[in-house]
Nanobody
Framework: VQLQASGGGSVQVGGSLRLSCVASGINYALGWFRQPPGKEREYVAGIVRDGSMTYYRDSVKGRFTISRDNSKKSVYLQMNNLKSEDTAVYYC????????????????WGQGTLVTVSS
């Protein structure tokens, strides 16, 4: 499965961005991850195959929303009220099994899109 992430850019603190990820195969759990400068990759949000359940890391709850449109083979991450600590390369990934927070458990990754939040 191939994934293509897009939508990153530079915004000011408090701004918004919407990330998109198109997948060649969509009937799987999908997650968004990020890798801040000099840090390890971390889980941001996830969504199950039918979109009925979503998961978020605590620091983005209430600000980020993950969604998917299986007819368009796409998953989205709406990011509002961005903070400087959200600066990172963001990745989408597919998990063939059940949803998990474990970065190592994901099977296929997109190339990443850079989000820079400045004050």
């Amino acid at each position: 499965v191939q994934l293509q992430a897009s939508g990153g850019g530079s915004v000011q603190v408090g701004g918004s961005l919407r990330l998109s990820c198109v997948a060649s195969g969509i009937n799987y759990a999908l997650g968004w991850f990020r890798q801040p400068p000099g840090k390890e990759r971390e889980y941001v949000a996830g969504i199950v195959r039918d979109g009925s359940m979503t998961y978020y890391r605590d620091s983005v709850k209430g600000r980020f929303t993950i969604s998917r449109d299986n007819s368009k083979k796409s998953v989205y991450l709406q990011m509002n009220n961005l903070k400087s600590e959200d600066t990172a390369v963001y990745y989408c990934a597919i998990r063939f099994g059940s949803m998990t927070y474990d970065v190592r458990a994901y099977d296929s990754w997109g190339q990443g899109t850079l989000v820079t939040v400045s004050s």
